[in-house]
């Protein structure tokens, strides 16, 4: 299969939809950065270690350079993704569904913006795929479950695990530092956060960069004629425009999501920020290891109530627990039933 930036730029050229496709796919990737990247560095202003334009633009060079690094070591998440479903063989029809799942994630993005249900990027873009596939096939037989299931787990691994790791992390810190001075150990801290925002950040484009890459590789194959991409290398042209885009949008900001999730949910010291950023960048290497698309957004929220439980559990805003369920509960077969009908539409329009 030709991967080189010459051919896909001569698909594009000539292939309306596929231009479609990697047009939505880089909206999607930008708006992730603008939007979900924050979070990453939310901890990191709100405890005052690191002004938020600096950190902004920390976070944007550690997306650039986790997509780009953690894909050219391991892309098992990309390969899951592209893997999840299969589109069939006519792959006129799978770069029109693919189109079409691009497409539902902006619709129901919006839409559940306008009625303040609480959204994510990586499962609207799950269900957007599986919805499509469900659509070429009329059957649930274009699902991978063998690849889906990664899914569930990931699902269980951003809650369970950030938490457990979040409240270990930081019940040990406090014992640690119980004896030590506490201008020094703030000092200390100060540092140490500004580092675990930046490995947040580098795990944040590893799993999230890796997502849509995979959307990608699948537009590029199904331009190609090839309906399956299992053995291909990514090509590291690829991996750049993904860390680009990404940047690019983590540059713009996120001033409103910083204060939700570094001070709505919990009031954080500057330990406990240190604690959620390292305790979510280490869920989010496993499961990145282990091929596992989990939600970034939700691992961090997660690390962070396990944090503040270690002081007591009233210091958490469980308002955010009920908020990670809806997401769950309406964006898989919300997103998935848009897609489904717009997969649908677009093949007997096209």
């Known amino acids: 299969m030709d991967v080189s930036l010459s051919y896909f730029l001569q698909a594009m050229s000539s292939s309306p939809v596929l231009l479609i496709t990697v047009v939505l796919t880089l909206g999607v990737i930008f708006v992730n950065g603008w939007t979900d990247a924050p979070n990453a560095i939310a901890t990191c202003i709100t405890t005052r270690c690191m002004g938020a334009r600096a950190a902004i633009l920390t976070s944007a060079v550690f997306n650039f350079l986790g997509v780009l690094v953690m894909t050219h070591i391991n892309a098992s998440v990309a390969s899951t993704i592209s893997n999840m479903v299969d589109f069939g063989n006519n792959t006129q029809d799978a770069l029109i569904a693919l189109c079409a799942a691009l497409f539902s994630i902006v619709v129901y993005s919006v839409g559940a913006s306008y009625f303040g249900i609480p959204t994510s990027e990586s499962h609207s873009l799950i269900a957007g795929l599986s919805g499509a596939a469900i659509a070429i096939h009329n059957g649930i037989e274009g699902i991978n479950m063998a690849e889906w299931v990664k899914v569930i ?149 997660s690390a962070i109530m396990g944090v503040g439980c270690v002081k007591r559990l009233s210091a958490v805003n469980f308002g955010v627990v009920k908020d990670m369920m809806l997401t769950w509960v309406f964006t898989f077969p919300g997103c998935g039933l848009i897609s489904y009908v717009m997969a649908k539409l677009f093949m007997a329009i096209l």
């Open 153 to 301: 787990y990931g699902l269980f691994m951003s809650l369970l695990l950030g938490f457990v790791c979040g409240w270990l992390i930081c019940r040990l810190l406090t014992i640690l530092c119980a004896g030590m001075n506490r201008h020094k150990t703030n000092r200390f801290f100060q540092g140490a956060e500004i580092f675990g925002a930046a490995a947040m950040s580098f795990m944040h484009g590893a799993q999230d960069g890796q997502k849509f890459i995979g959307v990608l590789f699948l537009g590029v194959a199904f331009s190609n004629g090839q309906s399956d991409v299992s053995g291909v290398v990514i090509p590291v042209w690829l991996m750049l425009l993904c860390s680009i885009v990404m940047g690019a949008g983590t540059s713009v900001g996120g001033e409103k999501i910083i204060k939700s999730v570094g001070m709505d949910m919990v009031k954080l010291e500057k330990y406990q920020g240190f604690a959620a950023d390292l305790s979510a960048a280490f869920c989010l290497l496993l499961s990145s290891l282990f091929g596992i698309p989990v939600s970034t957004t939700h691992t961090k929220t």
